[in-house]
């Protein structure tokens, strides 16, 4: 009889312990929506897409195709609108010594554009590199000739020009600095050309963030590139550690949009040498976006040696035969010539 006494106590015990184990489950299942939580676990959200140009991830439909358009970056064109919602942005010498500008669109739309300056053939060529609606506001013969001839997917200016609907001019500058593209309205008229508006876009490669916090290189904290004494066509980055981006500026001013004054931020600077050659004398050039060559990537406040590839119609920072990825974000691709090249042209400091 004393046994069986001991047994019970035993027995109702342990069926108290079970009841309470069970009474705080049922808690934590209440406060986590069914779910028990422990100190263990972690939540992690993964986006189902990512933006092809710029490696951030988005629950959106990314399907909407890039648009490419050549942006002036003549001093009378400054500040321009809609270069802080770039992906890509090529920086390229046009005639002269004045650089032209060609941004990719497609994370982000902005309503205004510009001003919006005229094609040349290794801009266009680009563009379709990265199967890209080409925009951009008149040409020569010639050239308007070669983007019909190679089936270039385009929009002229000229034929829209003052239109209201894609361009309009500005009244607070003079032509040919007053052009702006309606971006809104790109899509439709693109469509009613017969033209592709929803494409699949490969991603670029893009680093994860351990591969982010451990790049190493030479301390560039500031860069300078010089395609011309002349101060306007001096470019420089200076980087922000706090945000891990840089700040652009021409001529000494901090590159803004024009309405907003918000400024231009961006995650990478890939700057690319190559071969430049004057054809006419216009000034006009032939550069070579075939050959590859040197080139540095620039990112997180360090620099490192690359070489440059056009691998399907893309330009890829390349080490030792594998694609170096870019940090996601936006990036600023500036091309150099050969001559002086980048040894001249180029240079960092803290």
């Known amino acids: 009889m004393m046994l069986l006494a001991v047994f019970v106590v035993l027995l109702v015990g342990c069926s108290k312990d079970e009841l ?24 992690v959200k993964e986006n189902e897409n990512v933006f092809p140009l710029t490696g951030i991830g988005t629950d959106e439909t990314v399907d909407n195709r890039i648009i490419s358009v050549m942006i002036n970056n003549h001093s ?19 005639e002269g010594m ?18 919006v300056r005229s094609a040349r053939e290794y801009y266009f060529e680009l563009a379709n590199g990265y199967n890209a609606l080409y925009v951009y506001h008149g040409a020569a013969g010639f050239v308007n000739d070669m ?38 309205a ?18 670029m490669e893009f680093l994860t ?8 290189g030479d301390a560039a904290e500031h860069v300078k590139i010089v395609y011309s004494n002349n101060p306007s066509w001096i470019v420089e980055y200076s980087y922000d550690e706090t945000n891990g981006n840089y700040f652009r500026s021409s001529d000494g001013e901090r590159t803004v949009e024009l309405t907003s004054e918000d400024p231009v931020k ?10 430049h050659e004057v054809i006419d004398d216009v000034g006009r050039r ?42 996601p974000g936006k990036t600023w691709i500036n091309v150099v010539p050969t001559n002086p090249g980048m040894q001249q042209s180029v240079t960092f400091s803290n």
Do not use: C, M
Request: charged share 25%.
């Open 76 to 94: 009378a064109a400054r500040p321009q609108s809609g270069l802080s919602e770039a992906d890509i942005v090529f920086e390229i010498l046009a």
């Open 20 to 43: 309470s184990t069970s009474d705080n489950e049922t808690k934590e299942n209440d406060r986590d929506g069914g779910k028990t939580v422990t100190e263990t676990d972690e939540v």
């Open 286 to 327: 032939a550069i070579d976006f075939e050959t590859g060559g040197n080139g540095y990537l620039i990112q997180n406040g360090q620099a490192q040696e690359v070489q440059w590839e056009n691998r399907d119609g893309r330009i890829v920072p390349v080490k030792d035969g594998q694609t170096v990825g870019f940090v």
């Open 186 to 203: 790109a899509y439709d008229v693109a469509s009613g050309k017969g033209y592709e508006t929803k494409v699949s876009h490969e991603p």
């Open 266 to 275: 961006i995650e990478n600077i890939f700057i690319v040498e190559t071969h």
């Open 98 to 115: 004045i650089t032209r500008l060609l941004a990719f669109y497609q994370s982000e739309l902005p309503d205004v554009v510009g001003p």
């Open 147 to 184: 983007i019909k001839s190679r089936g270039i997917n385009y929009l002229d200016g000229a034929t829209y020009d003052n239109d209201g609907n894609l361009f309009k001019r500005e009244s607070f500058r003079k032509a040919p600095h007053n052009s702006y593209l309606l971006l809104d």
């Open 209 to 216: 963030d351990e591969d982010v916090q451990n790049l190493s």
